[in-house]
T-cell receptor
Framework: DTGVSQDPRHKITKRGQNVTFRCDPISEHNRLYWYRQTLGQGPEFLTYFQNEAQLEKSRLLSDRFSAERPKGSFSTLEIQRTEQGDSAMYLC???????????????FGPGTRLLVL | AQSVAQPEDQVNVAEGNPLTVKCTYSVSGNPYLFWYVQYPNRGLQFLLKYITGDNLVKGSYGFEAEFNKSQTSFHLKKPSALVSDSALYFCAVRESIGSSNTGKLIFGQGTTLQVKP
C-alpha cells in the first residue's frame, strides 16, 4: 500500500500525559498537512510542511501542540499535557506541489483517533 | 472570510435513483473546490476537484460535480446511487489570501448520504 499511513490508529491516554503521532506521506510528496476532526465536524487545518520547513503553524491550537518533519519525509505531531478537549481524530495528508499549490490534491491517511480520559 | 456550507446534514435516496449533495462556497478569488468521502473510522478519500475549465467535473466511482459560479455552488451528483455510496461527504475549498497560499483546505460540516436498498 503506497498511501498515507498513520500510527497509531487509536490512542487512549490520561489527562496530562504527552502523546505523539506519526505520519508517513506518499513517497515523493513534498507537502504534508495535519488536520483535526471532531465529531460531527469537518477537518480543521492545524499546520503544514513543505519538505522539512514548517510554513504555517499559527493554526496550531495552543502551545501544547507541536509538529516536526525533520528530514522532509515522515512527520510527528505531539500534544503535551493532554486535555479532554483534545479528544478527536488527527488526520495527516500529503501532496506534491511543483508550482502554484492551489491546484494540488491532498491525499489523506486513515487518521489517529485520540481519546483523553 | 472564505467558507463552505453544506446545507443538508443528511440526504436519503433509494438505490438506483440519482443523488445530489449540495455545497455552496464563499471565496475572495477564484475558487478551487474539492469533494472527499469518508467511511466510518477512516480517513478522507478524494473524489474530484474543480480548478478551471468545464463546469462539469467527473471523478471517482461515477461521481461528478457541477460548478456554478453565479450561484457559488459545487453540488456533487451521481446518476444512479448504490448502497455502498452510503458515507459522509465533505466539500472543501482551498484557502487563498492574496498571493499567499497556505495550502489549507476549508471544509464544510459534511453531509451523510444514506442509500437504501
Amino acid at each position: 500500500d503506497t498511501g498515507v499511513s498513520q500510527d497509531p490508529r487509536h490512542k487512549i491516554t490520561k489527562r496530562g500525559q504527552n502523546v505523539t503521532f506519526r505520519c508517513d506521506p506518499i513517497s515523493e510528496h513534498n507537502r504534508l498537512y495535519w488536520y483535526r476532526q471532531t465529531l460531527g465536524q469537518g477537518p480543521e487545518f492545524l499546520t503544514y510542511f513543505q519538505n522539512e520547513a514548517q510554513l504555517e503553524k499559527s493554526r496550531l491550537l495552543s502551545d501544547r501542540f507541536s509538529a516536526e518533519r525533520p528530514k522532509g519525509s515522515f512527520s510527528t505531531l505531539e500534544i503535551q499535557r493532554t486535555e479532554q478537549g483534545d479528544s478527536a481524530m488527527y488526520l495527516c495528508a500529503s501532496s506534491f506541489s511543483a508550482g502554484p499549490a492551489l491546484q494540488e490534491t491532498q491525499y489523506f491517511g486513515p487518521g489517529t483517533r485520540l481519546l483523553v480520559l | 472570510a472564505q467558507s463552505v456550507a453544506q446545507p443538508e446534514d443528511q440526504v436519503n435516496v433509494a438505490e438506483g435513483n440519482p443523488l445530489t449533495v449540495k455545497c455552496t462556497y464563499s471565496v475572495s478569488g477564484n475558487p478551487y473546490l474539492f469533494w472527499y468521502v469518508q467511511y466510518p473510522n477512516r480517513g478522507l478519500q478524494f473524489l474530484l476537484k474543480y480548478i478551471t475549465g468545464d463546469n462539469l467535473v467527473k471523478g471517482s466511482y461515477g461521481f461528478e460535480a457541477e460548478f456554478n459560479k453565479s450561484q457559488t455552488s459545487f453540488h456533487l451528483k451521481k446518476p444512479s446511487a448504490l448502497v455502498s455510496d452510503s458515507a459522509l461527504y465533505f466539500c472543501a475549498v482551498r484557502e487563498s489570501i492574496g498571493s499567499s497560499n497556505t495550502g489549507k483546505l476549508i471544509f464544510g460540516q459534511g453531509t451523510t448520504l444514506q442509500v437504501k436498498p
